[in-house]
């Protein structure tokens, strides 16, 4: 990685970053880094807003085949780290008895290729599912990722051994990095545990930049012959940074481990209450308001509360795309979190939701009960529950 832009509303707060860093000072503004961060910390997490924001060229290996040309650019709003109004694809084939099957050695379908559009994949006539993902936002994944596996775990019941009707399964998926098994956590499948893994995976899936977690070019259907033509930079494209020492997706890593959660919008009395409805109508059963993070050498990690309103699980709520990746099943979508909801439009893995409200409309199946005494609730207390969403 050579040179950055900066966004220049970021100034100000690197100047003052330092004393920003040890003051205990809470963030009021999304994309602020995590209060209580130490200095050396606070200057990996500005290294890592730098590459982020990097728009990357075919001479740094962009491509053959990509969705963007740098992370920030489907993660901007309403700061660095957030989301956007852009959607991939995905495709592939699901038989009568459910089975997927993948077409072309990928289900991802990039939405632009380099040099030529030798290298553009496309979504064959045999596929018979083609699914739209929009991003996700990066607000307080440091913490989401310091939340140990059995926690995670705990929530599980896939048998639905409580009779409640809900049955969520917790993903275990093989670590890129070390080869051994964790529970996802990252992803609308939930396809990661960790964010080096996930920085790695969008860095070559979504710029095209191989790494040394993702070591090969890959587009859907062209061949690796071809691919080397695209783009003769040699792999793996992310290099060491000779001054810092830090890989690309290392430097991704750090900003966003290091960015703090969206905190919690003013809650009138309405919001306060909505709360409590939400949990009685079930919707808390997935959305779980709090996770812990385990034991962690750093104080900002160590046992904190996580307030993101998910259980990190995959479920059915008969909005599934129809894609099997990871753990993940077709029909099966990780339980968002929902911290930071107020800022993020549209909603559901899909992007077809335009409110919150027309969001849990279309949650069925384990969500079904919840769903329906949603639907049942007397006009002020729905109008409390969606209160609440507002307020997160
Ligand atoms: C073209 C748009 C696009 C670009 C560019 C992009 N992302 Fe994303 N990002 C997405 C989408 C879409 C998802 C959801 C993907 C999924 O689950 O299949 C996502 C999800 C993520 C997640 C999972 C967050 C969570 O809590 O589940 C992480 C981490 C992430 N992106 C990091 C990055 C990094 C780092 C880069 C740059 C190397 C990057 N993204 C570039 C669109 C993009
Ligand atoms: C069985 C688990 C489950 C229950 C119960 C549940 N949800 Fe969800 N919720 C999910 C899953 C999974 C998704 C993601 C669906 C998708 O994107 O396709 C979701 C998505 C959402 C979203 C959109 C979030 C986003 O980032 O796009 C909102 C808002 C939401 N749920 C609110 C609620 C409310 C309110 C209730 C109670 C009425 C509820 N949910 C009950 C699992 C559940």
């Not at 995959?314 to 990746?325: E, M, P, R, S």
């Not at 329906?372 to 969403?389: K, M, T, Y």
Request: charged residues 20%; hydrophobic residues 45%; glycine residues 10%.
């Amino acid at each position: 990685m050579t040179a950055a832009f900066r966004n220049a509303g970021f100034s100000a707060l690197l100047v003052c970053g330092a004393a920003f860093a040890q003051s205990g000072y809470r963030p009021a503004q999304p994309g602020n880094p995590l209060p209580g961060i130490v200095s050396a910390e606070f200057e990996l997490f500005r290294i890592g807003l730098d590459d982020f924001i990097e728009v990357e060229d075919a001479g740094e290996g962009l491509g053959p085949a990509f969705n963007g040309l740098g992370c920030a650019q489907c993660h901007a709003t309403p700061a660095i780290g957030g989301v956007s109004p852009v959607a991939e694809f995905r495709a592939g084939r699901l038989d009568a008895a459910g089975n997927f099957s993948v077409l072309g050695g990928d289900t991802l379908y990039h939405l632009f290729a380099l040099p030529n559009q030798e290298c553009q994949p496309a979504i064959p006539p045999d596929a018979n599912v083609i699914a739209r993902r929009i991003p996700i936002p990066l607000f307080g994944a440091g913490l989401v990722e310091a939340i140990p596996d059995d926690a995670i775990r705990a929530l599980a019941d896939p048998d639905d051994g409580n009779g409640d009707g809900v049955s969520g399964r917790a993903a275990v998926v093989v670590d890129v990095a070390t080869g051994g098994e964790r529970i996802g956590r990252f992803g609308w499948k939930a396809q990661h545990a960790t964010l080096l893994a996930f920085g790695a995976d969008a860095y070559r899936n979504e710029m095209g930049i191989t790494n040394d977690l993702f070591p090969t070019e890959t587009a859907a259907g062209i061949a690796p012959e071809t691919l080397a033509v695209c783009d003769a930079v040699p792999d793996p494209e992310d290099r060491r940074e000779p001054l810092t020492g830090l890989r690309g997706i290392d430097a991704f890593e750090a900003f966003m481990k290091f960015l703090a959660p969206v905190e919690r919008g003013p809650a009138g009395a309405a919001a306060v209450r909505g709360e409590a409805v939400f949990a009685s109508v079930g919707c808390a059963a997935c959305h779980v308001p709090v996770l812990m993070t385990g034991r962690d050498a750093n104080p900002v990690f160590d046992r904190r509360p996580v307030p993101l309103y998910s259980d990190l699980l995959l479920h059915d709520v008969a909005t599934g795309d129809g894609i099997a990746q990871g753990a993940a099943q077709p029909n099966e979508i990780r339980t968002p979190a929902l911290w930071g909801l107020r800022f993020r439009r549209p909603l559901l893995h899909d992007g077809d939701a335009a409110t919150p409200e027309a969001a849990v409309l279309r949650h069925g199946n384990e969500a079904a009960d919840a769903a329906s005494r949603f639907v049942e609730l007397p006009p002020d207390d729905r109008a409390a529950l969606l209160a609440f969403l507002d307020s997160l």
